[in-house]
């Protein structure tokens, strides 16, 4: 797991022409995250991927973010939660991060969760779950030779997902900006382990999905999206 990992935050490993960062306002074409039958248009493909999350999951309490209002879910993180990048970088005297480096670090986490989610197809339990920590997306999971993850998911059942570049550029974002502000998280397994609101990591159990759905449900509502 932990092999897995220090290849991860190599930036040699992690290709970087096919990056979809949602940071433009031209999403590429190139990237597809689920492969249609040469839908018309991105309404057309939009139709068709939540007829098949339908089908998949039953529609009955199921939401599925078109492409671009997770663009504008993931432009409100830094418009919903502004920091001073500059600051970001210090510490306090006392040696503790500073304010603004935890908000980074929140930040940080969404944009990395938000990404995970919509393009590696994760449900919130599979990125993050107290309460079952064998669901919790595991550094051990990932295998950056076929450039795979192993997913647990409801019931228990494992399926292996695709992890697009775009995913692992964000979670090695997040693992660097994590590992300044505690640097015990290089020690845990989890890829979003538990901590406090002074970012202390709990290395031994994974943060609550429950955390990231709420997270998620304030910045579609800032981006006048129902949740």
Known sequence: GFE????LVKPENIPVEYNHDFTSD??????????????????????ARKAKAAEKEGIKNYKLFTE???????DAVDEVHPF??????????????SQEQLKKFRNVRLKSQIMMAYTMGLRASELAE???????????????EDG???????????????IPPSALLHMREWHKIASQVDPNFANSQFVFPSFDR???????KPMSGDVFSGDLKKLAGASGIDP
């Open 26 to 47: 031209a999403i590429p074409d190139k990237e597809t995250f689920d492969k249609f039958d040469s839908p018309s248009s991105n309404a057309e493909m939009d139709a």
């Open 4 to 7: 897995a990992k220090n290849k």
């Open 68 to 74: 671009q209002e997770v663009k504008k879910i993931y």
């Open 84 to 97: 001073d990048e500059t600051k970001s970088t210090l510490l306090r005297d006392d040696g503790r991060p």
């Open 130 to 144: 107290m309460d079952k920590p064998e669901y919790a997306f595991k550094w051990k999971n990932i295998n950056l």
């Open 148 to 162: 795979t993850a192993k997913v647990t998911g409801k019931g228990g059942k494992t399926r292996k997902i695709i």
């Open 198 to 204: 002074f970012g202390a990591v709990n290395i031994d």
